[in-house]
């Protein structure tokens, strides 16, 4: 499980629709099929509303009841899908990071070169806290709570974007001093904990227009501070305008 | 007698030796304190090795070498020794970051003494570092919010002219987000091998830009 999960759901054919409901095939294959752990729209609601409860109420305070009741549904169904809240949290951890990864990773893919990739990945990353931000809290903050299978996975991700924001020694390689090894671990490192405090404090309205100098500080690492001083004053039009109401 | 030990990995103070038994005509505050300190350090200990969730009271006292009842006169309960146990860990990690700052030398050599100060006591102290700098975030939203305005507390020493910025404050983050991974990831011991790259990473966005003579 885990990485592969949103390709299986996209590709994989779901058991429960080839035999009719309510018939005994029917059941045992819709049953087989969620004990695969599919993300089917019924088990991607229940972790979405588990990450907004954690977000909310912090994830110790959680019950799975409350899961229940945030997304409507009934404790058979929540126990078909997990075995426990810890279960669930784990399993909600994996599938939203995962997410958050790729769309952050296909934001830098899409730009032109690396510093109009950060910029893009930064503002997705911003724009993914001020539209859900109590899952961003439950996500970011409490896994730190919640601990278990899901820090390996966080740790994970973290390398994985390490080696993107990495990307930036091919095109200075040739023309500069390297930067410090861990540089990208830093990075990620402080944008996690620094988005994480701006979430706890309420402030994360603050965070799309924070985003030019976080850009700015990650450019002066491998560029140096000339230009990281020229990438600001680019940046922050770009925040300005992606802070603003679409519409 | 054997010299009294207390099982930290920490290199235990004299004041946190257990106390003598029976009568010792020790005063009463002397007492009270030497087991406050203890307490305190076996919860340390406990929540490092266990993690905060899973410790309770009974592992505190079993590490502290207190009674229950002792626990329970100086503390409400996990909670409230954790709180005081943060406090100490923190409290001492900020002071040897900002002395260096307040002793008259110039930025750059104070950005270096400070951080190798705090990667040294945190390498001799992997329990204090455990608790302090990744254990905290697990316990209250309290604490963890206090821990967030404590690294942001910091950012001002970064700049020359102690006013607190943006930048200042992302780079502390990253100081602190780059040693609780190493902490995390079972290698506090090599916390102080960090220094040159940490040193380098602070100055780096006040840096000219980099050519290939320099």
């Known amino acids: 499980m885990g990485k592969s999960t949103r390709d299986d759901a996209a590709g994989g054919e779901r058991g429960a629709e080839r035999y009719a409901a309510g018939t005994p095939r029917g059941e045992l294959e819709r049953i087989h099929g969620e004990l695969e752990r599919e993300p089917t729209p019924l088990r ?89 931000p109590q899952v961003a809290k439950g996500l970011l903050l409490e896994i730190r709570v919640a601990g278990g299978t899901a820090l390996a996975h966080r740790r994970e991700l973290i390398e994985r974007l390490s080696r993107a924001v990495d990307g930036a020694r091919r095109e200075t390689e040739s023309r500069h001093s390297p930067p410090p090894p861990e540089t990208a671990r830093f990075m990620i490192g402080a944008v996690e904990s620094f988005v994480g405090a701006r979430l706890a404090s309420g402030e994360d309205e603050k965070i799309g227009m924070e985003m030019p100098e976080i850009v700015r500080l990650i450019v002066a690492a491998y560029y140096g501070r000339e230009a990281a001083d020229a990438e600001l004053e680019r940046s922050r039009a770009t925040a300005v305008a992606a802070s603003s109401p679409e519409g | ?35 406050r300190t203890r307490t305190i350090a076996g919860t340390i200990e406990a929540v490092a090795k266990r993690g905060y969730a899973a410790t309770t009271v009974g592992d505190c006292v079993e590490a502290a070498r207190v009674s229950r009842k002792t626990f329970y006169h100086l503390f409400a309960g996990k909670e409230e020794c954790f709180t005081a146990a943060y406090e100490a860990g923190i409290g001492e990690i900020r002071r040897r970051f900002v002395a260096e700052f307040d002793a008259n030398r110039g930025w750059e050599e104070a950005i270096e003494a400070a951080l190798a100060s705090v990667l040294g006591f945190l390498a001799e102290n992997p329990h204090v570092a455990r608790a302090t700098m990744v254990e905290v975030l697990s316990s209250t939203p309290e604490l963890a919010a206090r821990h967030h305005a404590t690294i942001a507390g910091l950012a001002p020493y970064l700049t020359r002219d102690r006013e607190a910025a943006l930048t200042e404050e992302v780079i502390v983050a990253g100081i602190f987000a780059l040693i609780s991974q190493r902490i995390l990831a079972g290698h506090t011991e090599t916390l102080p091998h960090l220094l040159p790259e940490l040193v380098g990473l602070v100055r780096a966005p006040y840096r000219q830009t980099p050519t290939l003579n320099g």
């Open chain 1, 44 to 132: 991607e609601s229940i972790m979405e509303a588990m990450l907004a409860t954690c977000g909310e109420r912090g994830y110790r305070a959680v019950s799975v009841a409350q899961v229940i009741e945030r997304y409507g549904g009934s404790r058979t169904q929540f126990y078909r899908q997990f075995s426990s809240k810890e279960d669930c949290y784990a399993a909600a951890y994996e599938w939203e990071a995962d997410r958050l990864v790729e769309e952050l990773e296909e934001a830098g893919r899409d730009a032109p070169d690396w510093r109009a990739g950060l910029r893009a990945a930064l503002d997705e990353l911003a724009r993914w806290c001020r539209e859900r």
């Open chain 2, 1 to 35: 007698m054997a010299a009294p030990t207390i099982k930290t990995a920490a290199a235990a103070p004299p004041e946190l030796c257990t106390l003598p038994r029976g009568r010792h005509g020790l005063p009463r505050d002397f007492v009270e304190e030497n087991q």
